[in-house]
């Protein structure tokens, strides 16, 4: 079991920044890669960034050069450092764990909503 508490959402204003924080507990020795996901009302949710153990990192196309994930090994911890944001990055965000033996872990969300 891997439990994962996220922090740092809110309301900004486009253009603004803010930074998403989630903090992994339990059997975080056997996660492999870290992500944050995001879903708002009426779609899908989607992959925003992932980092895997070793560093490398996978960004979705619409928030390149904008926002930046990062990750403390030794915390078990992952950031997502969010720049330049804009009213379509608003939504629930989700962080996500996911262990060597590919079991998925969430949790629990926490909103962005960006002003304009």
């Known amino acids: 079991q891997v439990q994962l508490v996220e922090s740092g959402g809110g309301l900004v204003q486009a253009g603004g920044s803010l930074r998403l924080s989630c903090a992994a507990s339990?059997?975080?020795?056997?996660?492999?890669?870290m992500a944050w996901h995001r879903q708002s009302p009426g779609k899908q949710r989607e992959l925003v960034a992932l980092?895997?153990?070793?560093?490398?990192?996978t960004y979705a196309d619409s928030v390149l050069g904008r926002f930046t994930i990062s990750r403390d090994n030794a915390k078990n911890t992952v950031t997502l450092q969010m720049n330049s944001l804009k009213p379509e990055d608003t939504a629930v965000y989700y962080c996500?764990?996911?262990?060597?033996?590919?079991?998925?872990?969430w949790g629990q969300g926490t909103q962005v909503t960006v002003s304009s």
């Open positions: 996500n764990a996911i262990l060597f033996d590919l079991r998925h872990y």
């Open positions: 980092i895997d153990r070793g560093g490398a990192i």
């Open positions: 339990g059997s975080s020795s056997r996660m492999n890669a």
